[in-house]
Nanobody, 124 residues
Framework: QVQLVESGGGLVQAGGSVRLSCVAS????????MGWFRQAPGKEREFIVA????????YYADSVKGRFTCSRDNAKNTVYLQMNSLKPEDTAVYYC?????????????????WGQGTQVTVSS
């Protein structure tokens, strides 16, 4: 079992920045691909970014490309999401997830474990 805990969310003004962290406990992240998703009120969960096990490859949704950066520190069992140039439409609960393979995973169905989420609210 892998437990994931996100942190770093909060209230930020449009144009600002936030860095989210996702710490794994229980079993280590090992060679798992990781991902971040978000869900806004009344909307379906949306894929944001996938990162492979080494952190050497990432894939971003168009909605966040150029503004968000995902990285990981396997020694710390932690994945990060640096969010810059935030917009009100980025307001959502952000979730990290641990995948079943080491490669990039684009679909929510490819993830075995999920965190509880952290709220990010961007004010205009």
């Amino acid at each position: 079992q892998v437990q994931l805990v996100e942190s770093g969310g909060g209230l930020v003004q449009a144009g600002g920045s936030v860095r989210l962290s996702c710490v794994a406990s229980g079993r280590t992240l090992g060679k798992r691909g990781m991902g971040w998703f978000r869900q806004a009120p009344g909307k379906e969960r949306e894929f944001i970014v996938a990162i492979n096990w080494s952190g050497g490859s990432t894939y971003y949704a168009d909605s966040v490309k150029g503004r968000f950066t995902c990285s990981r520190d396997n020694a710390k069992n932690t994945v990060y999401l640096q969010m810059n140039s935030l917009k009100p439409e980025d307001t959502a609960v952000y979730y990290c997830a641990a995948g079943s393979t080491s490669s990039l995973i684009y679909s929510s169905g490819g993830y075995d474990y999920w965190g509880q989420g952290t709220q990010v609210t961007v004010s205009s």
